[in-house]
């Protein structure tokens, strides 16, 4: 078995994670459980969070929510505080929905930033007042590294997750003096459940692993062992960035 690191500072602290079902989400709840930390996630997959809760053993606890209805998300947020104080807050639902130019209209163009951005500052806007009365904390946004590559027939997508690593830096300098770190991962193509279902077929994986420098699938947990090192206080000094996890796609 891979060995892994522990984070002393994470034990105790509450962690709330979007999006927490599946996939990269279901690792971070996984990893954070394992260090000690009282986890709450939400998802709109009501089973699928309710059978990791169980894996689990009942430790975290699980919110059947839609993070495009604000006042829930930030209501929801409030009451994980207690018991615990919140002291890592991840972003990390999207939907990487497809759609070339000409089809976008407004209803599919705002309900795309609903989702890939707007909940990403409504959550922060309600964590940082809690994070700030605890002495600080750890805001991570999810982006993609399809915000610096750019791909056809994603342009909302796109849009949305580049815009996260703007929103990250601007909050870095609005809630620093509180302590609040605020960071973005940028995930590559990471193998899931959702993405072998859908993307990642045998012959667009093989074309992946000509592009990357290092020749092997790119997994949840690799991601998740960053997302550790920025909600620790071993990241204590380190604000402001977008980190890269794609193998060397980029």
Not at 21 to 44: E, N, S
Not at 200 to 221: F, I, S, Y
Not at 228 to 235: E, K, N, V
Request: contains cysteine; aromatic residues 6%.
């Amino acid at each position: 078995m891979q060995n892994r690191t522990t984070y002393p500072s994470l034990a105790g602290k509450r962690v709330f994670i979007t999006g927490g079902a599946t996939g990269i989400g279901a690792a971070l709840v996984r990893r954070f459980t394992q260090q000690q930390a009282k986890v709450t996630f939400v998802d709109q997959n009501s089973e699928r969070g309710t059978d990791l809760v169980r894996e689990l053993d009942d430790i975290p606890d699980f919110i059947h929510l839609d993070i495009t209805d604000t006042q829930a998300l930030q209501s929801t947020i409030g009451d994980a505080n207690k018991g615990a104080p919140l002291a890592v807050l991840i972003n990390n639902a999207a939907n990487d929905m497809r759609q070339s130019p000409a089809d976008v209209d407004e209803a599919s163009w705002r309900a795309c930033m609903a989702v890939n951005l707007d909940a990403s500052f409504f959550a922060a806007q309600a964590a940082a007042p809690i994070m700030a009365e605890h002495g600080g904390g750890s805001i991570i946004n999810f982006s993609s590294i399809n915000a610096l590559l750019g791909p056809t027939n994603m342009p909302g997508y796109v849009s949305a997750k580049a815009g996260l690593i703007g929103m990250t830096k601007a909050l870095a300098r609005d809630y620093g003096t509180d302590f609040i770190r605020v960071n973005a991962i940028l995930p590559g193509w990471v193998v899931t459940e959702k993405q072998l279902q859908t993307w990642l077929t045998p012959k667009e994986e093989a074309n992946w692993m000509t592009q990357v420098a290092l020749p092997g699938r790119l997994m949840p947990d690799d991601v998740a062992n960053l997302a550790l090192f920025l909600g620790a206080s071993d990241s204590a000094m380190i604000t402001g960035q977008s980190f890269t996890v794609d193998a060397g796609r980029t």
